[in-house]
């Protein structure tokens, strides 16, 4: 429900290796400021590629074997998200070496963050790291330096990755939304009913939201 005391809930599924999620959640945001949305949200875990090897895969090469996508398309596809970003605000450092990474650990450490009260800081702050920085995510000790650099304490962090122990309940909460039918993100679901996957764009997300919120007045 959509009243004062009661903020529309908004839980997103992602993965920050997604461009997409990023931009997704830009849009979003511009949207929920735009309509004055009282929200709240509530980020998820989701891997694009859960078998993904430590050292990671070229991001040309694993978007050519998963989609069988050129090189002049992922470059042209590059290009619209670069566009898409600095317009929301947010930049893509895409280069050559850029690589997919496993985000198995990335997820435990935002559940854990969740318990210090910074999730949405930290999710933030790790799309930053991969796709504006170019940072190693698979490394656990670059995962713990994102965590210092975010109020959060570097060597709890560490401790967290190093002995994996939220690693059930991560797989706990990604097999739950599997289940639910999600099977590509960026999924946003509205007032835990409304699903919409993809980015839709500032003026649909806008729609959604005074669609919402006429209907629960």
């Known amino acids: ?3 004062e005391t009661s903020p529309l809930r908004i839980d997103i599924i992602s993965d920050v290796m997604c461009p997409w999620c990023i931009i997704g959640y830009r849009q979003l945001a511009q949207a929920l400021e735009a ?3 009282p929200h ?4 998820h875990p989701f891997e694009l590629n859960p078998t993904m ?3 990671g895969q070229d991001t040309f090469e694993h978007i050519s074997e998963k989609y069988g996508s050129t090189r002049a398309q ?3 596809s590059r290009t619209q998200m670069t566009a898409l970003g600095k317009y929301l605000g947010f930049e893509f450092g895409w280069g050559e070496g850029s690589r997919m990474h496993n985000t198995f650990n990335t997820h435990q450490l935002l559940h854990w963050a969740e318990t210090q009260g910074r999730k949405h800081e930290m999710k933030q702050a790790l799309f930053t790291a991969h796709f ?3 940072r190693d995510l698979s490394d656990i000790n670059v995962l713990a330096d994102i965590a210092g650099e975010n109020g959060l304490d570097r060597a709890e962090a560490l401790a967290v990755l190093d002995d994996q122990r939220f690693a059930k309940d991560v797989r706990e909460i990604e097999a739950f939304w599997t289940k639910q039918g999600i099977q590509g993100v960026p999924a946003v679901v509205f007032d835990r009913q409304h699903l919409v996957t ?3 764009g500032v003026d649909n997300y806008t729609n959604i939201l ?4 006429k209907a629960e007045t």
């Open 1 to 3: 429900m959509t009243n």
């Open 53 to 55: 090897p430590p050292e």
């Open 74 to 76: 992922s470059e042209q």
């Open 210 to 213: 005074k669609q919402l919120t």
């Open 132 to 134: 504006t920085n170019r």
């Open 35 to 37: 309509t004055g949305t």
């Open 198 to 200: 993809g980015a839709q």
């Open 40 to 43: 709240e949200i509530q980020w």
